[in-house]
């Protein structure tokens, strides 16, 4: 079945410590994208890739990063500068315009 | 940018009454899309609205464009307890999605 694929589904990490969470489609998508979601809240676009090898900043890019060497996979990595990192962390596709976003299962980041 | 408030925040329904939650823009949509997200889940794509006026449904659900394609809503009839979970509405703008806040829905069996 076609799908996004996030790993891991839990994650700690001690404060100060940079973690790369990982996303994987085979569902042939070019647009890729990153969204937080903090308790009760709605998402947040922290970067977005149309393309392989080009990616672009959200709303809420500060203390991200992330990379697109691959159609298939579009990594996101929480560094120590991010303030505040704990939360659920979305990833998602589309094949384009006119389309609904696909989402992965996600991962709950807990920094401590 | 471009916001959109969506209404209420929260709505706890007792199982077989309607619900409905409310998009609403300042300025002109070009489209609107509506997810589901469950408890603990991901959000789920549940349709897109592109033309003023527009209504289609979805079994019990039948969601609304309006005329001035500044507002939107999502209405279901006889709610389940199935139905749970926070409903967006979500704009799409140069191929990124912009979520509005959710409204929350818990259905009381």
């Known amino acids: 079945d076609g799908g996004i694929t996030q790993s891991p589904k839990y994650l700690f990490r001690k404060e100060g410590q940079n973690v790369t969470l990982s996303c994987e489609q085979n569902?042939?998508?070019?647009?890729m994208y990153w969204y937080r979601q903090d308790p009760g809240q709605g998402l947040r676009l922290i970067y977005y890739?149309?393309?392989?090898?080009?990616?672009q900043k959200g709303d809420i890019a500060e203390g991200y990063s992330v990379s697109r060497e691959k159609k298939e996979s579009f990594p996101l990595t929480v560094t120590s500068a991010q303030k505040n990192p704990t939360a659920f962390y979305l990833c998602?596709?589309?094949?384009?315009?006119?389309?609904?976003?696909?989402f992965g299962s996600g991962t709950r980041l807990t920094v401590v | 940018g471009q916001q959109v408030m969506q209404i209420p925040q929260y709505q706890h329904v007792q199982e077989g009454e309607d619900f409905t939650t409310y998009c609403n823009s300042s300025?002109?949509?070009?489209?609107i899309q509506w997810y589901k997200q469950r408890p603990g889940g991901h959000p789920v794509f549940l349709i897109q609205?592109?033309?003023?006026?527009e209504v289609k449904k979805q079994k019990r659900l039948t969601f609304q464009f309006g005329e001035a394609k500044k507002n939107s809503s999502l209405h279901i009839t006889a709610t389940q307890t199935t139905d749970v979970g926070t409903y967006f509405c979500?704009?799409?703008?140069?191929?990124?999605?912009?979520f509005g806040t959710g409204t929350r829905l818990t259905v009381i069996p």
């Open positions: 998602a596709s589309m094949p384009g315009q006119g389309y609904g976003y696909t």
């Open positions: 569902l042939n998508h070019d647009a």
């Open positions: 890739s149309q393309i392989v090898n080009d990616f």
């Open positions: 300025t002109t949509l070009s489209n």
């Open positions: 609205l592109v033309k003023s006026g």
């Open positions: 979500a704009l799409l703008r140069a191929n990124n999605l912009f």
